[in-house]
C-alpha cells in the first residue's frame, strides 16, 4: 500500500503530498505523523491519505509511527484547504500547525490567572444576555477590553467543551490569561518549542480545555471546541502579512468552527463589514461630543485644543481628576490640509479622504486621482500644504494652558507617567501600556484628532471607527466625558451611529468592488519593488487560485480573503 504523505518542511508552493511505500508489518492511517526520509533527510511527514496505486517511479520506504492519528481526516482537509487559499503548499500550514512536535515532552504549560476585576450590573446584565444567545448563534459583542475580559470569564466558569480565544497579540494572550481563574494554556510567539508539543498533544486529546493564543492557535487540532472567541476582530495582526504563510486567523476560525460544530464570539469595540450578517449585542456608551477643529468659535491658543476641550480639561482637573489625551502624531498617512483654516480637501466622488502620493492625491476608496489644488477650496488661500504637530509640540501648548497641570507622555519613547494629571498618549498606550480595571480613573477622554488615521488605505474609515468606539467604550468603563475633535465631521458624525456606519460602509465596499466582497491578492516579484494588486470575484478565486499557483515561489502573493470557503456565493452581482 501507498501513504500520501505531506513532509514537515518548507516547500516552494508547487509541492503537495508525496508517496511512500508502507513498510510490510505496519498499519498507517490518516492523521498519523510518520518518520520519513525525504531528500536524504530524517524528518517527519503527515499521511493525507492511502492508496493502492502511485504515479512516481522511485518509492522509499516508511516504516516507522512517530504520532498515531494526531490529526483527523477533517483537520486535514481544513489545512489543506488554508493552504490552497493561501497559495502555499500544504507543508508551510502543516508545519505551521505541528511546529514543535518534534521537540521532547515538556511536563505541563498550565496556568491559573489571579488578577481580579470587577464590573458594573448593567454590563454583567449584558454579558448574561450575549451568552444566551451565543448558546444558539455566533455573535458580535461590542464591549470595552474590560467586557472582553468579563466575558471570556463568565464563559470560562460554565464551560463543558473547548474554549479557545485567538488575540492578535502576545500582551492581549497574557492580560487574558492573568483574568482567568480556570487553568489554561497560551500558546503565542514566545512559547517555548517543549510547551508547544505539550499544548498541542493535550489540545487535540481534549485534556487541555481553554487555549489562549495568537494567530498558530487558529490552526491546530483540537478535540471538541464549544465556542472560538476573536478579540478585536479588526486587528490586522490576526493575519500574517510579514511571512509565510500569510493566513488570517480569523478565516482559519471560520473553517475550525465549522468542523467542531461551534459558534464563534467576535469581542471588539465595534463590529467589522465582514461580520454584517452575525448577531449583536453592545455594551452601552456615553454619548460623545464631536467638535469641529475648523469651526472659528472653538478656536483656542492652540490649534488642536478646541475651546470645549479646552473648558473640559480645566473642570477635570478641578474635580481631581485626571485626563487621558489619544493624539497619534506617528506612524499615519501624510496629509494635505490648509494652514489658515484646517481644510482637508475630499475626494469629489466618494468623499474619502485622500491618500497623499509624491505628485498627487488618490482615493483609497474610489481610486480617482486628484492633483493637488494651488489653493485651498474653502478659504481661497494659498496655504494648503502638508501638516503635521507632533506631540511634543501639543504637550508644550497644553502647559501653557495649565501652567499648574503635570502633563506626561506615553509613547514608545517615553512610557512613564506617574503623578500626571493629563496624560497625552499615542496608539501604543492602548496595545501596550493600558491595564484592564483601573484604579484612578479619568475624568476625561478625548481624542485630539480622531482623522488622523484617514487616508492610507480603504480600511481607513473602518479603523477610525473602531478607535472611536474604543474610547467610548473605554469612558464607559472610567464613567468619563468624551469629546472626540477632528477637521472633517462630514466623515466622523456619520461614524456615531454604529448601525448605519457598518450599512454604509459596506455599501461602499460593495460599490467599489472592495474586499469581503472581492478577494484580492497582493503581487511582489523579489527584485521588483513594485506591488500589483489582482482583485476577483469570489466565483472567480479557485480559477485565480490555479494561476497563481504556478507562480515561482520567489513571487511573494499576500491574500486578503475574508472566508477560505471557497463556494462562497458571490455578493457582487
Ligand atoms: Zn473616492
Ligand atoms: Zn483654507
Redesign the pocket.
Known sequence: MIAQIIPLVRLPRKFAHFDYLIAEGITLSVGDVVNIQFKHCETLGVVRGISKSTEQSKLSKVDRIAFKQLLTADDILRLEKIAGQIVQSPSSIFLATLNGIEQKMQQTTLVAGTQLGKIDAQTAGTIKLALQTLAKHDLCFETSLEGAIATVYSLCSRKNQQILILVPRERDAEIFSSYIPNQHAVLHGKTKQSQRRWILENWQSGKLQILIGTRQASLLPASNIGTIIIYDPDCPDHANSMRNPRFDARASSELLAKQHDAHRLFLGPLSRVEELGVNKIKSTIPPCQLVDLGNQMERTNSLLISDLLQKAIKEALQNKKSVLLSYNAKGVAKRLQ??????IPLCGTCGAQPHVRSGDLVCPVCKTEMWIPQI??????K??GMKGIGNKKLATDLQKMFPQAHIGIIDKEHRYSSNASIILVTEFYFQSSYKPFPIDRFGLIAEICIDKSLGTDYLSSMTTAQRLYRILHMASVHKAKVIVQTWVPEIIKPMLDAEKFLKSESELRKAYQLPPFTDQFEIKEKADENIKVITCKHKDRDQLLKKLTSLPNTTTIKPTLSSYETQSSDNSE
Open positions: 490648509c494652514k489658515a483654516c484646517g481644510h485651498c477650496p474653502a478659504c481661497s488661500k496655504t494648503l
